[in-house]
């Protein structure tokens, strides 16, 4: 940090301000982790300054033998860790693998001139005709995925994101009476709507999907399964998620992030079956910029560490804190979409305590417990205010928290939550953003928080 405060003071302040925010509160959120600082300083190195399009041992610039080593290691260290066939590891996050991914799929499927082309040249030599032809032929490609609302991704085809642009979407969701995905009626859509690709994963479903389900219904469809593991991948990789659970397993192709529960840096990758491996290896330059050699200095570095026992021990306590954590918060009478968790993340369903989510998500940050709000299955406050609050044990569980804490955080959840209460607007209605948390209750759960 001196060396960057000789520069900019101001940003060596402001990473100094980032790790003490991150010290003093509980991060609850369910999509973020601490990488090791062997993570870290794989990445913060000279690798930054190389340029390497191409894969390894073909490249478009000289002197990548460096590069070439550590991209081989990654791949390796993911090909092993997961069993997967092929691995990719150049996406510079989630939704880059996923774009990564759609286009290897349309370019392996689709019987489309135009669309084998896009995916064997650079996008600067399509003709006119091409792109003409290629909007045609994407107008017509169907994906199904999960709602937003019942706990999908905006990348699994919905309209700010550009997979919702790119295709014809439908969504799947879950039965209102369980909270579970409702297999029958996905079968029943899936049969009706015949979809190219069949995207399972999720950012916000506290359940385990069955991913063997899944592939069966792809099979009987004609679809190819896609499954975006970008939040449970840390469960995969420690063999928590296994058999039916496993995606790498069932599905064609797999996405994911390397920087939420699987601890490593903020990155992207796919695996794949070997027939796909051709068509995700031309990510770059198709969608992706020159590979970050030192982001895949630390992928490699972070998948060896999750290859190590000790990872296995650490997934397996995520699941079990995050469990510990539903059942003190359902003892406290707090409402949890589905009534629980199979997996790391919890959804609270905050209308109980007469809130919004967003709401109750600024009175917890002002109590020193971070989180996200999220929209619960058919949210009446939409996707900006929600009904909910989402909750992770990823995070928490690294710096060595266990169940014993997990319960004093759904006390200090809930007593947050009790204190809150919706502000009232200037026409006496009960706002959907101001609230009034007591002050006492602030302090108190927040000097809570801090000695926890
Ligand atoms: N896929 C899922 C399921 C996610 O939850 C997320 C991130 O929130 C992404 C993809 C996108 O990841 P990134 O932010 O690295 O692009």
Known sequence: VDAVRAVEPRVADAIGAEIQDQRASLKLIASENYASPAVLLAMGNWFSDKYAEGTVGRRFYAGCRNVDTVEALAAEHA?????????????????????????????????????????????????????????????????????????????????????????????YGTDPATGLVDYD???????????????????????????????EIADEVGATLMVDM????????GKVLTGDFDPVQHAQIVTTTT????????????????????HVDRGCPMVLGGPLSHVMAAKAVALAEARRPEFRAYAQQVVDNARALADGLLRRGATLVSGGTDNHLVLIDVSGYGLTGRQ??????????????????????????????????????????????????ADLIDTALRGTAPATTAAGAPSKAQ??????????????????
């Open 360 to 409: 109750a998500e600024a009175a917890l940050l002002d109590s020193g417990v971070v989180t996200n709000r999220n929209s619960v299955p058919n949210d009446p406050n939409g996707a900006w205010y929600t009904s909910g609050v989402r909750i992770g044990t990823p995070a928490l569980t690294t710096r060595g928290l266990g169940t014993a804490e997990m319960d004093e955080i």
């Open 230 to 237: 970008a939040h449970f991948a840390g469960l995969v990789a």
């Open 185 to 215: 009626a996905l079968r029943a859509t899936a049969r009706e709507f015949r979809p190219l690709i069949l995207v399972a994963g999720y950012s916000a479903y506290p359940r385990l999907v069955n991913f063997r389900l899944m592939r």
């Open 259 to 278: 920087h939420k529960s699987l601890r490593g840096p903020r990155g992207g990758m796919v695996l794949c079956t070997s027939e796909l491996a051709e």
């Open 435 to 452: 609230y009034v948390l007591d002050a006492q209750v602030r302090d108190a759960v927040a000097k809570r928080a801090a000695d926890l």
């Open 79 to 171: 090909r092993e860790l997961f069993g997967a066939e092929h691995a990719y590891v150049q996406p510079h996050s989630g939704i880059d693998a996923n774009l990564v991914a759609f286009w290897a799929v349309l370019s392996q499927r689709v019987e489309s001139p135009a669309l084998h082309r896009a995916g064997v040249r650079q996008v600067n030599d399509l003709t006119d005709e091409d792109w003409a032809e290629l909007r045609r032929e994407l107008g017509n490609q169907r994906l199904l995925g999960m709602s937003l609302d019942s706990g999908g991704h905006l990348t699994h085809g919905f309209r700010p994101n550009i997979s919702g642009k790119m295709f014809d979407q439908r969504s």
